[in-house]
């Protein structure tokens, strides 16, 4: 079972600040199976990323996936209002789908 | 417009049976796998179950494996869960999701329904 770890638990920064997101997996996850998904209080997840580095469907090109192995970085160029949010990886790469425990992105 | 609608949740006392419904609209629905997947109070997401487009094979997380069993009516599209010998740590908000092309990733969300098991 791959386990996924992100930190910081907590990231406090402003808008118009860069943000970087990390997900560590306890093992290598095959074929860089790796998703980030954005969840606002009282609604559901929302997909970002897939394959580690492609947008979904109407994404704002400010979201960017990267990473391989064990190690995956979701950066947010530029943070607006509208991105903070709790972030969560997802791998996909092994039969029993697993989250990490998620990051809170919070105004600071 | 692509929608997911989840019902069926509500106060289940442990070891009780609830069984989850997701109404698909505004898309093929047979054509996907469908996933559930759980949230408790003020925690995390965790995958729940998997089921293939047709119905013929189905995955589970090892913490419901064997209590809990997903299925879905394609002429209704709908998914189904249900859920037997509940236990207090199966209280969360359910989420039903579409998979993207066979792929495991989760792109479409319903909104979720809450169970609560406690006596």
């Known amino acids: 079972e791959i386990v996924l770890t992100q ?21 290598s996850v095959s074929s860089s199976y790796l998703a980030w998904y954005q969840q606002k209080p009282g ?15 109407g994404i704002p090109d400010r979201f960017s996936g990267s990473g391989s192995g064990t190690d995956f ?11 903070f949010a709790v972030y969560y990886c997802q791998q ?17 | 417009e692509v929608q997911l609608v989840e019902s069926g949740g509500g106060l289940v006392q442990p070891g009780g049976s609830l069984r989850l419904s997701c109404a698909a ?9 469908m996933h559930w ?27 419901v494996k064997g209590r809990f069993t ?3 009516d394609n002429a209704k599209n709908t998914l189904y869960l249900q859920m037997n010998s509940l236990r207090a740590e ?10 993207r092309f066979w792929s495991d990733v989760m792109d479409v969300w319903g909104q979720g329904t809450t169970v609560t098991v406690s006596s």
Do not use: M
Not at chain 1, 43 to 57: D, E, F, N, V
Not at chain 2, 39 to 59: H, M
Not at chain 2, 90 to 99: E, H, I, L
């Open chain 1, 92 to 108: 996909y790469g092994s039969s029993l789908l697993a989250f990490g425990q998620g990051t809170k992105l919070e105004i600071k």
């Open chain 1, 43 to 57: 609604q559901a997840p929302r997909l970002l990323i897939y394959g580690a580095s492609s947008r979904a469907t």
């Open chain 1, 7 to 27: 930190s910081p638990g907590t990231l406090s920064l402003s808008p118009g600040e860069r943000a970087t997101l990390s997900c560590r997996a306890s093992q």
């Open chain 2, 25 to 33: 609209s505004g898309f093929t629905f047979s054509s996907y796998w």
């Open chain 2, 70 to 72: 997903i299925s879905r």
């Open chain 1, 73 to 83: 970085t979701l950066t947010i160029s530029r943070l607006e209002p509208e991105d």
């Open chain 2, 37 to 63: 997947v759980r949230q408790a109070p003020g925690k995390g997401l965790v995958w729940v179950s998997r089921i293939n487009s047709d119905g013929s094979s189905t995955s589970y997380a090892d913490s």
């Open chain 2, 90 to 99: 199966d209280t969360a908000v359910y989420y039903c999701a579409r998979d």
